[in-house]
């Protein structure tokens, strides 16, 4: 399994940053995807999931500013991130759970297979 995150980087509140997460080594279609991001000192939280039939959920705070989606096709998961807050900053992890075609709830310890993280900075 390997998940090679990217797209992150830098930039100014209220602006956006999309994310990609390019997935190999499963049968993507048929995993549970998910976004998760962890800042300095915090837990990791979840952000975003997705199941394989494209119903996404999402944190409170970040309803309505992103958007989740995949492209089964090519084994990629999308996170659209716009009008960006500082509370934003973090690493962003994409996460997969490997033949859970629904996702449970966006606990880490649900979630085996993980990315190495893209940084994510907003400055106000």
């Known amino acids: 399994v390997q998940l090679v995150e990217s797209g992150g980087g830098s930039g100014q509140a209220g602006g956006s940053l999309r994310l990609s997460c390019a997935a190999s080594?499963?049968?993507?279609?048929?995993?549970?995807m998910a976004w998760f991001r962890q800042a300095p000192g915090k837990e990791r939280e979840g952000v975003a999931s997705?199941?394989?039939?494209?119903?996404?959920r999402y944190a409170d705070s970040v309803k309505g500013r992103f958007t989740i989606s995949r492209d089964n096709a090519q084994n990629t998961l999308y996170l659209q991130m716009n009008n960006l807050k500082p509370e934003d900053t973090a690493m962003y992890y994409c996460?997969?759970?490997?033949?859970?075609?629904?996702?449970?709830?966006?606990?880490?310890?649900?979630?085996?297979?993980w990315g190495q993280g893209t940084q994510v900075t907003v400055s106000s």
């Open positions: 080594g499963f049968t993507y279609s048929r995993a549970c």
């Open positions: 997705i199941s394989y039939d494209n119903t996404p």
């Open positions: 996460a997969a759970r490997l033949g859970a075609p629904s996702c449970p709830p966006m606990w880490a310890a649900f979630f085996g297979s």
